[in-house]
């Protein structure tokens, strides 16, 4: 079973964070921000990993911490998941439309992390949710998740387009990548003989 829970808490967050690589997409997410809770539903639903968060934080003050301290949790939980990586696809690569936007996403399940991000919004916000919270959240799973994750927005001009577009463009990318192929199932995808050392 690939599945991890992780528990994370500090003086800003508390959060648990379970996935099941092989799932139907299910989610329950709780992180008491409307929009975010949206869009990692709709990673679970395009990824079909199921996702369940439950996520106190100082919303009080901002969104920040919530949102990073969440993107941490999940990408530590798929890193967990994903194991000694033995099967996996790893890579994968998709443009994701959502109406006038078109966003590429290109995914190594590597072991080294890096995010490249480019995306610009035109608006500061969404709703009451802060759109340079979207750079931080793909950072903080990128570097936590273990992966090489790429993000660019090549047009866009509505911010929850933008946004979504980034999501399940992940999400796709993620189904892919973390599939087993059957033509190597045991084999770690590396000619190295492991994956992220």
């Known amino acids: ?29 709780a992180t008491g921000i409307g929009f975010f809770d949206h869009m990692l539903d709709l990673l679970a639903r395009h990824s079909r990993i199921d996702i369940t968060v439950k996520a106190v934080g100082d919303l009080h003050i901002d969104y920040h911490h919530t949102t990073e301290d969440v993107g941490i949790a999940l990408g530590q939980a798929v890193k967990q998941a994903l194991g000694n990586m033995a099967g996996i696809t790893r890579y994968a690569g998709i443009h994701l439309p ?14 080294r992390p890096t995010l490249v991000f480019k995306a610009e919004f035109p608006r500061d916000k969404i709703g009451e949710f802060d759109t340079e919270l979207v750079r931080e959240w793909f950072n903080a799973f990128a570097m936590n998740a273990g992966v090489t994750l790429h993000v660019e927005t090549l047009y866009g001009e509505n911010s929850h387009h933008i946004a979504e577009s980034c999501f399940k463009g992940l999400a796709r990318v993620l189904r892919a990548a973390v599939a087993i192929d059957p033509s ?9 003989g492991q994956l992220g050392g």
Not at 1 to 7: E, L, P
Request: overall charge negative; charged content about 30%.
């Open 184 to 192: 190597a199932a045991g084999e770690v995808p590396s000619t190295k």
């Open 1 to 29: 079973m690939r599945t991890a829970t992780i528990k994370r808490k500090t003086k800003e967050t508390a959060i648990e964070v379970t996935v099941d690589l092989d799932g139907t997409g299910a989610s329950n997410i």
């Open 98 to 111: 959502m109406d006038e936007t078109l966003t590429r996403v290109v995914i190594d399940i590597s072991g």
